[in-house]
């Protein structure tokens, strides 16, 4: 199974502030990787898939980078409602795997 | 508005039975894979089970921590996936999410999600 690793496990950021997250796959997945963002209580949200592509009603401000097994998400500019938890997925190979997570939160 | 409901979730004991159903709308069923994930309570995101349409032969996937005790199915007059859970065990208590699949042709075809429900709970315990 191929393992994702998310790093930071916590991020702590200003409001305004540009945040870069990164997930590693333990062997390459191409670009069949997916970015979610989910809060409290609530279902992941789909922002990115095929690495890079931003899904349907998702801000400018989120893009994602990568390639085979490093990848990065940026959130330029956090907004308030950026708050929240991101998981990185790969699809390229079953299992589909997730990454543990990095949580964003106010500094 | 493309839509997924979950139902079915609730308390059951270890051993015992379950099925879980999702209810789509908004789209056209019959042309997309479905899948299930599940969270367990304060940890991360776990794929437990995957259903392709049948223009793509409606075969299935598990996960190993499920295998032979899970099945998943779709009845695409309704609209309806369901999973089937038995021989519970107290670490299958998570919220179940469903979810739609999109296709992506490559070397072989790629599934990435992009709608999720709002889940529904199951607590296994005695």
């Known amino acids: 199974e191929v393992v994702m690793t998310q790093s930071p496990a916590t991020l702590s950021v200003s409001p305004g502030e540009r945040a870069t997250l990164s997930c590693r796959a333990s062997q390459s997945v191409s670009i069949n990787l997916a970015w979610y963002q989910q809060k409290p209580g609530q279902a992941p949200r789909l922002l990115i898939y095929g690495a890079s592509t931003r899904a349907t009603g998702i801000p400018a401000r989120f893009s994602g980078s990568g390639s085979g097994t490093e990848f990065t998400l940026t959130i330029s500019s956090l907004q308030s409602e950026d708050f929240a938890v991101y998981y990185c997925q790969q699809y390229n190979n079953w299992p589909l795997t997730f990454g543990g997570g990095t949580k964003v939160e106010i500094q | 508005e493309v839509q997924l409901v979950e139902s079915g979730g609730g308390l059951v004991q270890p051993g015992r039975s379950l099925r879980l159903s999702c209810t789509a709308s908004?789209?056209?069923?019959?042309?997309?894979?479905m899948s299930w994930f599940r969270q367990a309570p304060g940890k991360g995101l776990e794929w437990v089970s995957f259903i392709r349409s049948k223009a793509y032969g409606g075969t299935t996937d598990f996960a190993a921590s499920v295998k032979g005790r899970f099945t998943i199915s779709r009845d695409d007059s309704k609209s309806i996936a369901y999973l089937q859970m038995n021989s519970l065990k107290t670490e299958d208590t998570a919220v179940y999410y469903c979810?739609?699949?999109?296709?992506?042709?490559?070397?072989?075809?790629?599934?990435?999600?992009?709608?999720w429900g709002k889940g529904t709970t199951v607590t296994v315990s005695s």
């Open positions: 908004g789209f056209t069923f019959g042309d997309y894979a």
């Open positions: 979810t739609r699949g999109i296709a992506i042709f490559g070397v072989v075809y790629y599934y990435y999600m992009d709608v």
